[in-house]
């Protein structure tokens, strides 16, 4: 059923100050002050402890997500007083540096002004550091699933390079103005050159990778309160670029070349050719990120974390939600116990929602 604003405040309110152990009486007293307001103004605005709760809790509600055990250590940059596309650049800028740590990656989200009848920021990127994808005459150069937010960034002006790892510049866009371009700083974007601990050829495939993932184009839900920009990220886990960014046909799709460098006859499947270029590809990464001392996690170690988080949810009373589909690591999943038990997909708020894209 259908919740209004209010409704869902106060199930938000209560729920995050219950969890905070503050008294029945704190409650009552936010949940007046909040209806005052949304009779005010019709909206009202979460203080800066409910807003870093509420985030925290959103990731504790992330049925897709394997790395929620660390859900109540994570950094909130409150940047809801920030009004300008150039400012905006600018906290995320600091927010990359803060996240990245020379390496020792801390899982950090900054949160912009939410959706109000006065404005509406969107970030254009999927994620704020990613590749350019290019088609071209002679085929595609570059990650295939950026072509169309490449093509829409060189039509806003960006200058294309054509190269297979050209990081695309940030589009950010308030209410119904232009979007803005900017460029990110060098020093702001870590890469992890790809090399294999025992094929010495494995460095001239000159595959590389980012070595923060932060997600931009998602929406941050929290009491009835939609915050349309809300970039968050954590650390990688090892097959997300070694299974899917670097394996996927549709993708840079490289099993092929890693199974004919490693001599494997790639004719028939029965040799299990993709496999064992895919173990290798996997090795690889994690043995890189680990050598330049960038956090990463393997797909085992992952779901061992996830394991413990489901031990902690149940000690403190709550049921863990999931998406199977989503939590099993594309590699060796039935290695880990994720397969073999079933998950309820049930959605709770506060959580992370996709939003419709901001240009068509
Ligand atoms: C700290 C390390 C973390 C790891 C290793 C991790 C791992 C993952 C992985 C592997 C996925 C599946 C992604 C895919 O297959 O495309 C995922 C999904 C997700 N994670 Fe996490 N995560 C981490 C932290 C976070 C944080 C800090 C947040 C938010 C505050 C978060 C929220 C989510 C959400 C919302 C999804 C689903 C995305 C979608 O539906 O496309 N995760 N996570
Ligand atoms: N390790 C991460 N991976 C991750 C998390 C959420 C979403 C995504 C991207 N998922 C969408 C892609 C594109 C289609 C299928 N996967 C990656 C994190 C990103 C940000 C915080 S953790």
Redesign the pocket.
């Known amino acids: 059923m259908e919740m209004n604003l209010l409704q869902e405040a106060t199930e938000f309110i209560t729920s995050c100050y219950q969890e905070l152990h503050k008294t029945q009486s704190e409650i009552d007293d936010r949940i007046s002050d909040i209806a005052q307001q949304i009779q005010l103004d019709g909206t009202y605005s979460h203080l800066a402890f409910e807003i870093d709760y509420g985030?925290k809790v959103a990731?504790r509600n992330?049925n897709?997500?394997?790395?929620r055990l660390?859900w109540d250590q994570?950094h909130t940059f409150d940047q809801r007083h920030l009004e300008t596309e150039e400012e905006i650049f600018m906290a995320i800028v600091e927010h990359m540096k803060y996240a990245t740590n020379q390496g020792r990656i801390r899982?950090t989200?900054s949160i912009f002004p939410p959706k109000s009848h006065k404005h509406h920021v969107r970030i254009w990127n999927h994620q704020l550091i990613r590749y350019a994808g290019y088609q071209t005459e002679n085929g595609i150069i570059g990650d295939p699933s950026s072509i169309e937010f490449t093509e829409k960034c060189i039509e806003l002006g960006w200058e294309p390079q054509y190269g297979r790892f050209d990081i695309l510049p940030i589009v950010i866009q308030i209410n119904d103005n232009l979007p803005k371009l900017f460029e990110l700083p060098k020093s702001s974007t870590l890469e992890v050159e790809i090399r294999h601990p025992e094929f010495e050829w494995f460095q001239d495939l000159e595959l590389k990778w980012y070595g923060v993932p932060l997600i931009s184009d998602?929406a941050l839900e929290i009491g009835g309160l939609r915050y349309t920009a809300a970039p968050?990220?954590?650390?990688?886990?090892g097959t997300?670029i070694g299974a899917r960014n670097l394996a996927d046909e549709e993708r840079y799709n490289m099993l092929p070349k890693i199974a004919s460098c490693m001599g494997i006859d790639t004719k028939s499947s029965i040799s299990l050719w993709k496999d064992k270029a895919l173990v290798e590809l996997n090795i690889a990464v994690l043995h890189s990120f680990r050598e330049d001392g960038v956090s990463i996690?393997d797909h085992h170690t992952?779901a061992q974390q996830f394991k413990k988080f489901e031990e902690k949810e149940s000690e403190s009373g709550r049921n863990v939600t999931g998406n199977w589909a989503?939590l099993i690591p594309p590699m060796s999943p039935a290695t880990t116990h994720i397969f073999h038990k079933p998950y309820k997909n049930d959605i709770v708020k506060p959580n992370?929602f996709y939003q419709a894209k901001p240009y068509s």
């Open positions: 985030a990731w992330s897709r997500c394997i790395g660390f994570m899982p989200i998602m968050f990220n954590g650390w990688y886990m997300e996690v992952a989503w992370y």
